[in-house]
């Protein structure tokens, strides 16, 4: 398996958070991903309120928003 493939098949988020324009996914190895809200027309329309209401799936592989009907994978982010 690549190194790459490794990186990504690990990646574990511990936070998150908004501005107004990007989501912000800070990683258990240190890294963050910061990507633009735009990519995800839910989360773009969504209220800060309904941003702020997620949890973790997967044990931090991905990140679900039940008032949006919205999943976002870690794996997903990385590649973006």
């Known amino acids: 398996m690549s190194t790459l493939a490794t990186k990504l098949h690990d990646a574990v988020g511990v936070r998150v958070e908004f501005d107004d324009a990007m989501m912000h996914v800070d990683l258990l190895d240190g890294r963050r991903i910061s990507v ?3 990519w995800f027309p839910k989360l ?3 209220t800060p309120e309904q941003r702020r209401n997620w949890r973790w799936i997967g044990g931090g ?3 679900h928003w039940e008032d949006l009907d919205e999943d976002v994978s870690i794996e997903g982010l990385l590649k973006g």
């Open 36 to 38: 633009p809200l735009e």
């Open 44 to 46: 773009s329309r969504a």
């Open 61 to 63: 592989i991905g990140i």
